[in-house]
Structure formats: structure tokens, C-alpha cells
T-cell receptor, first 111, second 112 residues
Framework: NAGVTQTPKFQVLKTGQSMTLQCAQDMNHNSMYWYRQDPGMGLRLIYYSASEGTTDKGEVPNGYNVSRLNKREFSLRLESAAPSQTSVYFC??????????FGPGTRLTVT | QKEVEQNSGPLSVPEGAIASLNCTYSDRGSQSFFWYRQYSGKSPELIMSIYSNGDKEDGRFTAQLNKASQYVSLLIRDSQPSDSATYLC????????????FGKGTHLIIQP
């Protein structure tokens, strides 16, 4: 039982490049989330999916898109990366929307 | 903007003592409250959840909730050096919204 897994662990992009962060959970949870964590800012919600087939914006959605591919997988796409998107990205999942369990994170640097 | 406030610390506590971490929140409609522990370079780990007023104990950890004062706290008894970490308070906003609002965290240092 791996819980929540994320790939890649590290990534360096140049400004304007695109990439997709992958997340998968094996806990049969309905809800999945993407957060970013920046020094001095805490964790902030980018997008979430309350169930398969639905997605909604969080606090900081600009510059990102998401896809809930199936119940297990929730991906985050940066279409044109900017230095302001340098951050640590965490995926999380939850059965009910309350207790959330986090993946190991992706450290992204945009130069 | 719904906010969760924590003292950033560092909070330094001797080994074996009680560490007390505090959090206030602005959304009076919030119903669900959580404490996460985050070691440097690692992901947040859920350690306590609390949904009703009063105390909830789990091993050396006690979470306390006072909805009237919009205040959540975490007590760690018999603090160990391995408890040194950043503790994040998280709140699920009311009104059926999904996602958690996090405080910026309190850096706790347990002195051997």
C-alpha cells in the first residue's frame, strides 16, 4: 500500500516550457488535491477534485490546469512555466474531504 | 480571505516538557480542524484531527478546540528530540467548500 505517489521528485524547467506533474493514490479515496508550498506562504490549494470527473479551482489556480484521469490519478499541468511557479508541489487525497494524506512532493525550479 | 494564524516560532522546549502550539482561524463556519507535522524536506503528515469542542487525546498528543474563541491548540507531552519539526494547523472552511486552509506553521525545537 504505497498511499499517495508523485512523479517526478525534482524538475528544472526553463521559462515557457511545459510539464505535467503526476499523482496517484491507492486508498480508493474520492477527493484529490494539488497544493503548492512556498517559504513564508504556507500550503496553498491550487485545484481539487471532489470526485472522478469533476475539478474545481482553489486559492491559486492561475497558470495551471488539472485532469482527473480516473479515481486513482490526478495530474497538474503547467502550460508555460514562469519563475513564480518555482515551488514544492504536493498532491493529497481524502475519503471525505476532511483528513487528507499527502504525497512526497515535487520540487520544481523554473529558471 | 479565510485565514489561519500560527506563531512561526521557533518554539524551544526542553526534552521531557510539554510543548504547546496554538492556532486561530477566521472562518466561524469551520467544522474540521487538523494538525500536521512536517519534517524539513518532507511532506506534511497528519497527526491529529478534531471536530468538536473540547480535548482529544492520542498517545502523547492532545488537540484542543474552542469554536467560540476560534482557537485550536496541540499539546505534546514528554517532548522528544524527534518531535522537532514544523507543525501546521489546517482548517476545512465551512459552507461545503473543499480543500484545507493551512497556517504557515510553528517551528518546534526540542532541546536534549
Amino acid at each position: 500500500n504505497a498511499g499517495v505517489t508523485q512523479t517526478p521528485k525534482f524538475q528544472v524547467l526553463k521559462t515557457g516550457q511545459s510539464m505535467t506533474l503526476q499523482c496517484a493514490q491507492d486508498m480508493n479515496h474520492n477527493s484529490m488535491y494539488w497544493y503548492r508550498q512556498d517559504p513564508g506562504m504556507g500550503l496553498r490549494l491550487i485545484y481539487y477534485s471532489a470526485s472522478e470527473g469533476t475539478t474545481d479551482k482553489g486559492e491559486v489556480p492561475n497558470g495551471y490546469n488539472v485532469s482527473r484521469l480516473n479515481k486513482r490519478e490526478f495530474s497538474l499541468r503547467l502550460e508555460s512555466a514562469a519563475p513564480s511557479q518555482t515551488s514544492v508541489y504536493f498532491c493529497a487525497s481524502s475519503e471525505s474531504g476532511d483528513e487528507q494524506y499527502f504525497g512526497p512532493g515535487t520540487r520544481l525550479t523554473v529558471t | 480571505q479565510k485565514e489561519v494564524e500560527q506563531n512561526s516560532g521557533p518554539l524551544s522546549v526542553p526534552e521531557g516538557a510539554i510543548a504547546s502550539l496554538n492556532c486561530t482561524y477566521s472562518d466561524r463556519g469551520s467544522q474540521s480542524f487538523f494538525w500536521y507535522r512536517q519534517y524539513s524536506g518532507k511532506s506534511p503528515e497528519l497527526i491529529m484531527s478534531i471536530y468538536s469542542n473540547g480535548d482529544k487525546e492520542d498517545g502523547r498528543f492532545t488537540a484542543q478546540l474552542n469554536k467560540a474563541s476560534q482557537y485550536v491548540s496541540l499539546l505534546i507531552r514528554d517532548s522528544q528530540p524527534s518531535d522537532s519539526a514544523t507543525y501546521l494547523c489546517a482548517v476545512r472552511p465551512g459552507g461545503g467548500a473543499d480543500g484545507l486552509t493551512f497556517g504557515k506553521g510553528t517551528h518546534l525545537i526540542i532541546q536534549p
